[in-house]
C-alpha cells in the first residue's frame, strides 16, 4: 500500500541506449502514419514528383538557353523542384501535422507520457528528412530519365540536403506555433510558402535584379543555388548560401522554442 | 508516505476569475477518490495542476511525492502515472496494436500490450485502424493507453461519458480490477451513480473551492439524515388515520423520520392490527445525488458565479 515513493531512474548506460532505440521506435511510428494517411502521402512526396516529370515531358528536348542562366530546363527544374519537395516534406508537413496534432490532443496525449520532448522532436525531424531524401532521390532519377546525369558529389548533396531540411523542420515549428487554430494552419502555410516560392524563381528563373537581391536573403532561395552546384554541376557544397539557410532555420527553432504548446489552444 | 496526492490551500486564477480558491484534500495509496462538483467548479483546473499541465498560483500540491509543477522531475512522475482526459486523441491511420505499443515504449516497465488489450476488452480489434472505431471503442483505447505504463496513479476524467449501461458496467469492472493490483485512482465524473458504485471517497468542489469530503455514504452527512419511508395508502384510509404523521407525496404517502427502526415497527404493527398490506413499502435516504445537489447548489456555497476556466495553459 504504502508504495507511492517513486522509483530511482536506470543507470546511464542505459539510458543512452534507450535514447536511441527511442528514437528509432518513433521514426518507426511517424513513417507508419504517414505512408497510411493518403493526403500526406500524396501532396507531400507525388506531388513534387509529377511536377518534375510534367516538366521533363514538356521541356525534356530542349538545350542550354540564356532564358534559364545558361542552364538547360531541366538543369533549372531538379534543383528548384527538389527544393520543392524538401520544403514540403518538412516545413508544409510539420506545420499542418503539429497545428492539427495540438488541435486534436495528440500532443498533449504524447505531453501525458514519459517520452521526452527531445525524442519526439527529434523522432519527428528524423522522419520528415526521410521522406525529404526519399523524394530527392526520385526527383533525380526522373531528372535522369530525361537525360540530366546524377550527382557525383554525394557528401555535397547530403550535407545541403540535411542543413536545409532541418532548417525548413525550424521554420515549420515557428509557424505551426504562430497558428491559433489548425483548421487555418494548411491555408497560413500555403500563403508563407506559395508567394516565398514564385520570387525565388522555383517555378520559372526571375530576371528582375531588385526581387532577385530580396529573395537572396530569404531562406528558399539560397537553398535553390546551394542544391543547384552539388545536384547538376557537380559542385561542392555552397557554405555561403547554406549559411542564410542556417539563420533562418535557427531563428525559425528559437521562436518555436519559445513559443510552442503541447496542449490545445484558448478560444 | 501513505498520499498519493496532497493538496493543500491551491490557487489558480485566470486573469480575474478565480478558477480554485482554497481546495485541499488527499488521496491514500490504493484508494479511489472521485472529485465531483458542477462545470466551472474548478475541477479540471485542479485536475490539470496535478497533472503538470498548469502551472498553480500558489498552494501546496505533491503527486507520488513529487511537486507536479517542477518539470525537472516531469519525466519521473509521468513514469508513474496514466491519464485518460476527454480531449486527449490519437493518430488515426494507426492500429489499435500499434498505438497501444507505441505508447509501451515510452516507459521502463509497462505491462504488455496483450495484457492491456485483454483488460479493456478490445480484443479482436487489434487489426483496426483507430479512425474505423466506434466512440465507445476509443474510450477504451484511451484507457488502454492510460494503463499501459503500469501506472501507481491513474487520473480518470469522466472515464465512461458516452458509455451505454453495459459498457459503463464492464469499465466500472475494469477499474476495480485495477484498484485491487493497488493502483491508485482519482477520478472525476458527472455521474453520481458512479461515484457510489466506484469511489471509496468523495471530494465535492463547488466555486473553487472544496464543499464536502468522505464515504459516498457518510458525504454531507448523508448518514445521519432523516429517512423516508413511503407507502400507497391502503382503500378506505385516510393520512389522519395512520399512527405517524405523514404527507401525501406522488401516488404514495411519506413518514420522515430520524428513527427509521421504530417508524417502521408502528406502522406494520398498525397494518397488521387492521389486517391491511402496506403497498410499494419503501424506506430511502437521500441519494448521493440529493445530497450533492443540495451541497453545490449556488445558495449552499453562498459564493459568486462560478468561474469557468478559459483555455489557457502554460506550455
Redesign the interface.
Known sequence: ???????P??APPRRRHRSF??LL?QIR?EQ??FW??PQSAIFTFVFPVVFITVIGALLGGGGRSSYFGGLSALQYYVPTIAGLSVLASCYGQLTVALALRRQ???L??V??????AWAYFAGLLAHCVLVSFIDVALIGVVGRLYGTPLPSNWFAVAVTLLVAAACFCGIGVAVASLIANADAAPAVAQLVLFPLLFISGTYMPIHSQMLNRVAGWLPVRPFNEALLGPLVLHAGADWKRLAVVAAWGCAGTVVGVWRF??????? | MAYAIEVAGLRKSYGPVQAVRDVGFTVRAGEIVALLGPNGAGKTTTLEILEGFRDRDGGFAEVLGLDPGERSSGRELREHTGLVLQDLAVEPYLTVRETIARAAGYYLAPRTTAEVIDLVSLDGQERRKVRTLSGGQKRRLDLALGIIGDPELLFLDEPTTGFDPAARRDAWQVIRQLRSEGTTILLTTHNLEEAQALADRVVVLAAGTVVADGAPDAVGGRDTARASISFALPDGYGIQDLPLPAQAGDGAVVVETSNATRALLELTQWADRNGIVLAGLTVGRPTLEDTYLNLTSPSTTNQGAPARAPGRTTR
Do not use: C, D, F
Open positions: 500500500m504504502m508504495t507511492a515513493a517513486v522509483t531512474s536506470p532505440g527511442l521506435h511510428y507508419l502514419s497510411r494517411n486534436y490532443g495528440i498533449k496525449r505531453r501525458a507520457t514519459p517520452l521526452p504548446r503541447w496542449t490545445p489552444g484558448s478560444e
